[in-house]
């Protein structure tokens, strides 16, 4: 008897071959597209966040201290002297605890003084535009307050430490400069409702400032 294999066994084992590796192929597809579908589901990048900022309620008191002005001042805020080394008399902090920030008021006496006015005024626009290299954009406004008298305000838009500043004066006697400041280095994006919360308290100040 003849060992020879059957004549037709061996094209019909190279389809039963190729038909495995067809199947496993398939499977091999199918688990790589589940595996990349749950990979892609569970690691689908997350938007930056921020920490929620809990905000109290916007209410005022008037300012009681010694001084050559008056105004309302937020609850939430605490009066401080300026112990800064050039700080005089009259300069004092509003400053606000819970979000480790400030508005810095800083007087000086015009003494009838044209002169001595333009400095101040001068002074002004310089500490503004110290923050012209950080900031997106700077603008200037001024605005009629509801006691009569006119301020000039300095928005500062981007990552910058001061995003309102501002000066009123009657020109003859008085002269009050104030800055919001938050010494932090978070993004002024995610402080924006504190920011905008102070920025409404600085308004107030000058819609309620009163000389003495």
């Avoid at 990979?39 to 689908?44: Q, R």
């Avoid at 008056?70 to 606000?96: G, M, N, Q, R």
Wanted: with cysteine.
């Amino acid at each position: 008897m003849s060992s020879r294999p059957y004549p037709n066994s061996y094209p019909f084992i190279m389809t039963r071959l190729f038909s495995l590796f067809l199947l496993f192929a398939v499977l091999g597809t199918l688990f790589l597209s589940a595996c990349g579908s749950k990979e892609s589901t569970d690691y689908v990048p997350k938007p930056k966040g921020y920490n929620r900022l809990a905000l109290p309620p916007q209410q005022y008191q008037t300012l009681q201290e010694d001084h050559p002005y008056t105004f309302d001042y937020s609850t939430a805020a605490v009066i401080l002297p300026d112990t800064f080394a050039i700080a005089e008399k009259h300069w004092i902090f509003i400053y606000y605890p819970r979000f480790n920030a400030n508005i810095q008021l800083t007087y000086k006496d015009v003494q009838n003084d044209p002169g001595r006015l333009k400095d101040f005024i001068d002074d002004a626009y310089k500490l503004a535009g110290k923050h012209q290299i950080r900031a997106s954009a700077v603008q200037e406004q001024t605005i009629r307050t509801a006691t009569g008298k006119t301020a000039t305000l300095f928005r500062i838009q981007g990552d910058v430490p001061s995003p309102l500043q501002f000066y009123v004066t009657d020109s003859t006697e008085h002269y009050l400069r104030g800055a919001i400041y938050f010494p932090t280095a978070t993004k002024n994006d995610s402080l924006a409702p504190v920011i905008d919360f102070i920025q409404r308290d600085a308004l107030r100040l000058l819609n309620t400032l009163k000389w003495k």
